[in-house]
């Protein structure tokens, strides 16, 4: 998926697995205004997490941090939570797999809950109401994940990590 960036002119820090290295703030390592988001990346410190439901919450913090960059303002972190490790998954028409934190759900209800995000996310799209609603609170309760007014540790040192 990235390994167009290996030769690229823009000299981009990649791990071994070719994943663009990124810090928590989701900014291209060595670029100052180049941020990068969900599956093509490799946060700084933290576990991969290759959900879609990450890299639209990843997106929703860069696009507060380029507005950030903008004005002058303090940038804000990137900090997953159980909530951003959640996934909802079809195996097949009448069966599915969800997790929300410890909680894992495997089998016909798994299917119909997942039937019924694609269900809203479809109305969302199309401006309906419920499809509105249902995600504006969705994301009121997962915007946890991103921080506003915690500090993070510093992330580990390099050396734990292979990087081209």
Not at 42 to 68: F, M, W, Y
Not at 119 to 130: F, I, L, N
Request: charged share 20%.
């Amino acid at each position: 998926m990235t390994g167009f960036l290996k030769d690229s002119k823009m000299r981009f820090t990649l791990k071994d697995d070719g994943s663009i290295l990124v810090s928590d703030h989701l900014l291209v390592y060595n670029k100052s205004n180049i941020f990068a988001v969900g599956d093509a990346i490799s946060i700084d410190g933290l576990p991969d997490e290759k959900l879609g439901h990450t890299a639209e919450i990843q997106a929703k913090l860069v696009c507060n941090n380029i507005r950030s960059s903008l004005t002058g303002s303090r940038m804000h972190h990137y900090i997953p939570s159980l909530e951003s490790r959640m996934y909802c998954l079809s195996l097949g028409k009448y069966s599915g797999s969800v997790r929300l934190g410890h909680f894992t759900l495997n089998g016909f209800v798994a299917a119909l809950l997942k039937w019924g995000i694609e269900w809203t996310k479809v109305a969302q799209a199309r401006g309906r109401p419920v499809g509105r609603v249902l995600w504006r609170l969705s994301d009121a309760l997962t915007s946890r994940t991103v921080d506003h007014h915690k500090t993070r540790p510093p992330p580990p040192s390099h050396t734990s990590m292979r990087i081209r």
